[in-house]
């Protein structure tokens, strides 16, 4: 995950108002360690940034078709306390601007947007 991490940071590094580099890199090693976790087959795993004029498009791409779990699903499930899981899909929905998932040719593609933050002012 640190890598995936450090890819984020410095894709968001050179823009004028990014999105929240904290956040981002904390909801991609999410996605990065679910896909790692829940992918059935040891396939390639890909992380596309897409930076876009109001903010930043993080997917996750895996060989695993299956959708995961309760990304999209109205409502929120309390994670159990007791559990070591279960939190990642809960901050995602929580954290991004939007959030979801799409097949792809070889599995599914995770995804979550953040909006840029708005500009600093100044003081006078």
């Known amino acids: 995950m640190p890598v995936a991490r450090a890819l984020v940071r410095t894709a968001l590094a050179g823009l004028e108002h990014p999105a929240d580099s904290d956040t981002a890199?904390?909801?991609?090693?999410?996605?990065?360690?679910n896909?790692?976790?829940?992918?059935?087959?040891?396939g390639?795993?890909?992380?596309v940034v897409e930076l876009l004029p109001g903010g930043c498009q993080v997917e996750v791409h895996d060989p695993d078709p299956a959708p995961p779990g309760a990304l999209t699903r109205?409502?929120?499930?309390?994670?159990?306390?007791?559990?070591?899981?279960?939190r990642g899909l809960l901050?995602?929905?929580?954290?991004?601007?939007?959030?979801g998932h799409r097949p792809t040719g070889s599995g599914k593609a995770v995804w979550f947007r953040l909006s840029?933050?708005?500009?600093r002012l100044s003081p006078a």
Not at 25 to 33: D, F, R, S
Not at 35 to 42: M, Q, S
């Open 44 to 47: 390639p795993i890909e992380l």
């Open 25 to 33: 890199e904390l909801l991609t090693a999410e996605l990065v360690a």
């Open 116 to 119: 840029a933050l708005p500009p």
């Open 35 to 42: 896909a790692v976790e829940h992918t059935v087959d040891a």
């Open 91 to 99: 901050l995602i929905r929580a954290l991004s601007s939007s959030c």
């Open 74 to 86: 109205p409502g929120l499930t309390a994670p159990d306390p007791w559990q070591e899981h279960g």
